[in-house]
């Protein structure tokens, strides 16, 4: 196989398009994972991280080398052992993979199970928490599975009243949505490289509050093990082979976040998703969420009935170079996952997709 020779216009649940600009960074010369030039810039992507989390003050933030699952694993192996009660809010495939992840590492759980494409409601998460506890509560900000947003500030609070500590699992909204991991109590939170943020996947940022740092376990893992990469990244201790390639590229992308600004990135990801929803209702399309539980960066796009859901993904691939995602578990078959992350969210992207789209449905209802 040749190398690709044009960009595929990535619209998919990520990885999303990534900038000329980050592009160019990665071509920079490689410095080992020891090299105090590297390690400044680790220091830079550390104070970046920490501002883009809104983290509070004495939280540790870093990268995981690894992508968004690497980063729940680190969350997890750190918080989670034997003797942790677990509360999983489950509403979709990637709240599952927490909750098993917990699992996995031996913690005490428990699932609040809702409806695959509502947001949860704060209520339940209370009930749960009244009549058995917690010490840990993992939760999925953006369900990318379900094209769903959880209410996570009124989730933390909640979580907070009962002594137990938030997971925020925030791999499609860092960058998208509103997040603030210090004014809503977050405990952990972790996200990816490859979604709203704009880098390639390979590296995931994760922050740790100091309320979480106070509360780790011994870590079963050690890629992932928090003290370890605390030596690594803050006393330079070896610990694993950093690829610098994928730190210029995160760094990059990180700074082009800061300089458009939070608010204005999360304004932008809102616009698009509106005029595509907007778009979509026009093209007899309809989105699976109700209105006040849909995320800005991925749009759950209800598959018709007399509608071949993947000859459609497969037209927009082969006529228009543009990829959407398939449904995941049960929702296989029934919805199409739109991703406008990113440099994806853009009036460009948005006229280009309705329009692939209408023509691609056309022809198959011609047969
Ligand atoms: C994509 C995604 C993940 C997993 O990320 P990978 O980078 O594929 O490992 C986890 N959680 C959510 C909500 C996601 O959308």
């Known amino acids: 196989m040749p190398l690709p020779e044009s960009e595929r216009i990535l619209l998919g649940p990520g990885p999303s398009l990534v900038s000329p600009r980050v592009m160019r960074a990665m071509a920079a010369p490689v410095l080992s994972h ?10 830079q992507m550390r104070d970046q991280l920490r501002r883009v989390f809104r983290a509070p003050a004495g939280s540790f933030a870093c990268a995981v080398s690894g992508t968004g699952t690497s980063a729940m694993e680190m ?10 009660r677990v509360l999983s809010v489950v509403g979709g495939y990637f709240a599952d993979r927490v909750a098993g992840m917990c699992q996995r590492y031996g913690g005490q759980v428990r699932r609040l199970e809702y409806e695959w494409g509502r947001a949860v409601d704060p209520d339940a998460v209370r009930r749960a928490l009244s009549q058995n506890g917690a010490d840990v509560v993992t939760v999925v900000h953006a369900e ?14 909640i979580a907070r009243e009962h002594g137990a ?3 925020v699992d925030a791999v499609t909204s860092l960058g998208g949505h509103r997040l603030e991991v210090e004014q809503w109590g977050i405990g952990a939170c972790y996200s990816c490289a490859q979604k709203c943020i704009g880098a390639p996947s390979g590296m995931a940022p994760i922050v740790f509050s100091p309320d979480a740092l106070a509360r780790r ?15 690594y990244w803050v ?3 070896y ?17 082009m976040v800061e300089e458009e600004g939070l608010e204005a990135r999360w304004t932008r990801h809102r616009d698009h998703h509106t005029t595509l929803a907007t778009g979509l209702g026009a093209i007899g399309l309809s989105l699976l969420p109700p209105e006040s539980d849909r995320l800005w960066t991925l749009n759950a796009v209800r598959v018709p009935d007399d509608i071949d859901e993947a000859a459609v993904r497969a037209q927009l691939l082969v006529r228009f170079n543009i990829e959407v995602g398939a449904g995941l578990g049960p929702l296989a078959g029934k919805i199409w996952r739109v991703g406008l992350m990113g440099a994806g969210s853009s009036p460009a992207i948005v006229v280009l997709l309705l329009g692939a789209l209408e023509s691609v449905l056309r022809a198959q209802r011609r047969g």
């Open 217 to 231: 376990v011994a870590s079963r893992s050690f890629s992932f093990d928090l003290g370890l990469l605390e030596d």
């Open 239 to 255: 610990h694993h082979t950093i690829c610098a390639s994928l730190v210029y590229a995160l760094r990059e992308a990180l700074s």
């Open 75 to 84: 969350a997890v192996a750190n918080l989670v052992d034997h003797k942790t």
């Open 165 to 167: 500590l938030v997971i």
């Open 34 to 43: 020891l090299d105090p030039e590297l390690m400044a810039m680790m220091d």
């Open 235 to 237: 006393r330079r201790k």
């Open 144 to 157: 990318t599975s379900t094209g769903v947003l959880n209410p996570i500030e009124q989730v933390a609070a």
